[in-house]
């Protein structure tokens, strides 16, 4: 009996985590192992998935704003910048310093939407693109100023 058990209570729990998961925006460590993985968030075309730290390194509190969509007919890209506020930005900046070789991945409500490589990054506004058909980006932008309505 105690067999039959385990699998629903996995599936529920396992329900329960990516319930969760879903309302999570910020910035995260990606983990190393996804064997195992309790804070599992996958790419938005469902593709990819990472495993995160429990908690974002930067919160979304510290998005001060979001730019319209750009579009670029040359290199058939679109983009965004996220402006930070300026203690968002020092985190981001300490980050570098502290763990030169790390990535950052983007979390908007529970989908991954970029990984950033903080190192090098100099200015409170960070670029986010994609192609120029991508629903991707819009989607980015649409979650964003939604969260900072509520």
């Known amino acids: 009996m105690m067999l039959k058990v385990l699998p629903f209570l996995f599936f529920l729990f396992g329900n329960i985590t990516l319930c969760f998961s879903q309302n999570k925006t910020g910035f995260y460590f990606e983990t190393a192992s996804k064997k195992n993985c309790v804070h599992l968030v996958r790419s938005f075309d ?13 919160y979304e509190t510290e998005f001060e704003s979001i730019s319209t969509i750009e579009y670029d007919s040359s290199s058939h890209t679109k983009s965004v910048k996220l402006k930070l506020s300026k203690k968002g930005f020092e985190a981001i900046r300490s980050i570098s310093i502290t763990f030169p070789n790390t990535k950052l991945l983007l979390v908007v409500n529970g989908k991954a939407a970029g990984l950033f490589n903080p190192n090098g990054i100099l200015k409170q506004i960070l670029p986010i693109s994609g192609s120029i058909d991508s629903p991707e980006i819009d989607w980015i932008v649409e979650n964003l100023r939604n969260a900072g309505k509520k």
Request: hydrophobic residues 25%; proline residues 8%.
């Open 46 to 58: 469902e593709k990819n998935r990472y495993c995160i730290t429990e908690k974002p390194i930067i």
